[in-house]
């Protein structure tokens, strides 16, 4: 998987990261915790550049917020939760989910933006609050940015300094790459199977 993922990285270039950050934001097939660091490898081997690696994982990531936003902005609080009870299941965010994400915003303000982008947890459902309360277009890209940018040079750096270690992680990388992704797939189809729209209200 994780040769997959290289060869994927750079057949595409700078165009592959962002359409997998998009993605990840979406509906995570992939996590950034790969992506990036992959990507951030590929900068360290001289096929990419790192500073426009960080810049293609931040716009991609940038785009995959905007249908979470522009749910929050058309569809209000109230629509929104109805909108996670009826279809929830299938991203695995719950009713409670929404709340917990719309108290956060509301005791972090603007930060809570910029934060949420780097808890795994919180990264994707923090944009839909942020539409809920009108927060201007504008106001979200750049505090979605500023955290964005931290998150993915971070993860990039990670791929940097194992690639100068290539040699003594290249025999366990494809196994821990293909462990991460089946957790992720088994936790993902656990939690369809156990999901309630009630799961953690608030």
């Given at each position: 998987?994780?040769?997959?993922?290289?060869?994927f990285?750079?057949?595409?270039?700078?165009?592959?990261?962002?359409?997998?950050?998009?993605?990840?934001?979406?509906?995570?097939?992939?996590?950034?915790?790969?992506?990036?660091?992959?990507?951030?490898?590929?900068?360290?081997?001289?096929?990419?550049d790192?500073?426009?690696?960080?810049?293609?994982?931040?716009?991609?990531?940038?785009?995959?917020?905007?249908?979470?936003?522009?749910?929050?902005?058309?569809?209000?609080?109230?629509?929104?939760?109805?909108?996670?009870?009826?279809?929830?299941?299938?991203?695995?965010?719950?009713?409670?989910?929404?709340?917990?994400?719309?108290?956060?915003?509301?005791?972090?303000?603007?930060?809570?933006?910029?934060?949420?982008?780097?808890?795994?947890?919180?990264?994707?459902?923090?944009?839909?609050?942020?539409?809920?309360?009108?927060?201007?277009?504008?106001?979200?890209?750049?505090?979605?940015?500023?955290?964005t940018?931290?998150?993915?040079?971070?993860?990039a750096?990670?791929?940097?300094?194992?690639?100068?270690?290539?040699?003594?992680?290249?025999?366990?990388?494809?196994?821990?790459?293909?462990?991460?992704?089946?957790?992720?797939?088994?936790?993902?189809?656990?939690?369809?199977?156990?999901?309630?729209?009630?799961?953690?209200?608030?």
């Amino acid at each position: 998987m994780a040769d997959w993922i290289t060869s994927f990285i750079a057949g595409g270039g700078y165009w592959a990261i962002m359409l997998l950050m998009a993605l990840e934001n979406v509906f995570p097939p992939i996590p950034s915790e790969l992506i990036m660091p992959f990507a951030g490898a590929a900068a360290g081997r001289g096929d990419l550049d790192f500073a426009l690696v960080v810049a293609a994982g931040t716009i991609g990531s940038l785009a995959g917020t905007l249908p979470w936003y522009w749910v929050g902005y058309r569809l209000g609080s109230r629509r929104l939760k109805r909108w996670t009870d009826r279809h929830g299941r299938w991203i695995t965010i719950s009713t409670g989910d929404v709340e917990r994400a719309e108290h956060w915003f509301k005791r972090n303000g603007h930060w809570a933006v910029a934060g949420g982008r780097l808890v795994p947890a919180l990264r994707t459902v923090i944009s839909a609050p942020a539409g809920v309360t009108g927060m201007r277009f504008v106001d979200f890209l750049l505090w979605s940015a500023a955290g964005t940018v931290v998150w993915s040079a971070a993860l990039a750096a990670i791929g940097l300094v194992l690639d100068s270690r290539h040699d003594q992680v290249a025999q366990w990388l494809n196994p821990v790459t293909t462990a991460i992704l089946v957790t992720v797939l088994l936790t993902w189809i656990w939690r369809v199977v156990r999901f309630s729209p009630d799961d953690h209200r608030g």
